[in-house]
């Protein structure tokens, strides 16, 4: 298997044995519920302040009219720090992924609700081709069943229902309800809806090995000492 698009789940199995559970910090610039969430904070400043305490991957959202982000974000934050960068979108096409590579992503999102099942198939292997990573996010126990045979190396849960901007009220429950239907070998993801250390104790009851935040570390008043209560080691 090519070393390079297995760099973000390298990083957070190593964590991950070390006893710690890995979180990725989320950039985005706000968010369709909460607003503006940089608050006049350069987000490369906090990617780098994140990766200084300890981040595996820094996940960078690229979404513009929702999400405030950008390709540029993308290459700042991955020239500012060495890090594995996962690219967040929603990435339908291979020109889409050749976008990804030359902007310094090591990884991207693959969102199943958004593509068809023989589409999100050729996404994945055309992506594998180019050395990214796919995260292939899930929200259903049937968007789970369509992907088990695939071998992937990572998968994500989506606590909230990405179709509603994240207007949801979704909760840790989601990933609670599937991680009896993911499959073996995956870095399993659990996303959005985590907000404090008991979160992070419910996903990884429910089989999740990580997760990914991004409000409630961009919300707090210092995001790294968040991270740090985020990420303490398992007990």
Not at 77 to 99: G, M, V, Y
Not at 111 to 120: D, P
Not at 167 to 195: C, H, Q, R
């Amino acid at each position: 298997m090519n070393q390079n698009y297995t760099k973000c789940t390298t990083a957070l199995w190593k964590q991950y044995h070390f006893g710690i559970t890995p979180v990725i910090p989320d950039i985005k610039c706000k968010s369709p519920g909460e607003g503006d969430l940089m608050l006049g904070r350069d987000p490369v400043e906090i990617a780098k302040s994140l990766a200084a305490a300890g981040a595996p991957v820094i996940s960078v959202v690229t979404e513009r009219d929702h999400f405030g982000g950008s390709p540029e974000l993308v290459r700042q934050i991955a020239q500012a720090t060495s890090l594995p960068i996962l690219r967040k979108d929603f990435i339908k096409t291979h020109d889409h992924l050749l976008e990804s590579k030359e902007m310094g992503a090591s990884g991207i999102l693959l969102i199943s609700s958004i593509v068809e099942k023989e589409q999100l198939y050729k996404l994945i292997e055309e992506a594998l081709a180019l050395d990214l990573e796919p995260l292939v996010e899930t929200h259903s126990e049937e968007e789970i069943r369509a992907v088990k045979d695939l071998k992937l190396s990572f998968l994500g849960i989506n606590n909230r229902n990405i179709m509603e901007w994240e207007m949801d009220g979704g909760t840790v429950n989601t990933t609670e309800k599937l991680g009896d239907f993911v499959p073996s070998g995956a870095f399993v993801l659990s996303e959005s809806s985590i907000s404090s250390p008991e979160d992070v104790q419910r996903a990884r009851s429910a089989g999740a090995h990580g997760v990914l935040v991004g409000t409630a570390i961009l919300r707090a008043q210092d995001p790294v000492e968040m991270y740090h209560k985020l990420s303490e080691p398992r007990g």
